[in-house]
């Protein structure tokens, strides 16, 4: 049995933590990377910091006026075709 | 008892519904197309609104499913394409599955705790998230912006837990790469 965690394996347990509760295995096996490794440290709280501000994430797209002015005529068109 | 109003529809909600499709699918055409089905939808459904909900979420509700139908539709070997590919892996890790010493996490000069509110940052994070391949970016909207747990997304995409997982992963290491070159310059 491996009881040395990769980073690889370490970001990843950092991922799925977030979400469900890990083994008592895991949870040692990573709070013992962690101590040893720095560069896993920052990985977990930037791994944080982009979940919490990814919910802001927007878009700026938008329709033009002249495709508005498409997709109305386009629903007006149904709307006949509908009633008759 | 909310009455649909189809006549206001184009003008009140189809920048909002362009804005939802395309950060989901990242394609303009598509997130167009995917609007215009909407209205399509529930302009032919209209009987079915019982006014439970709001029109506007009414509207979102069928987007999502098409959406959703967007991605399932696509290819199974499209699908595995893109989670077998390693290279995103290899070019992270070594054998050993240590960080190169060029892929190295530096240190933010930032609150972590805090959410950064400003439109360069935003625009940093779009940019960063945009560069995310297909199944990489839903399965990020889907957790981050739709609040779903991975068995909701899971069953929606059609895709294994594992892979759920390897995914979400992936695409955090990418974010966190992407957002230490653009926004932190480091």
Redesign the interface.
Known sequence: MKLMLGCKEATLLLVMSEERSLSNSERLKLSLHLKMCKFCRFFEKQNKFISINATNISSSKNFTRAEKDNLISFLNSIKIEKAK | MHKPD?EN???LY??IL???A??RVNN?EI??DL??DT??SA??NLENFRGEASEKNWLFLILKNKITDHYRKKSVTGLETEISNEKF?KD??DE????YKNT?????N?D?????DSEE??KS??LC?DKLPEIHNIV?CLK??DGE??DEVCMKLGISSSNY??I??RT??Q??KC??KNWFDL
């Open positions: 189809p529809w184009v003008n189809s920048d362009l804005k939802f395309y950060q303009e997130a167009k609007v215009q209205y399509f302009l032919k892996y992270t890790f050993d599955g240590h960080w190295t996490p530096e240190k933010w930032c972590y705790d805090s959410v950064i940052f935003m994070f779009e998230k990020f981050y912006l747990k991975s997982w390897i979400l992963h955090k290491l974010l966190r957002l230490e």
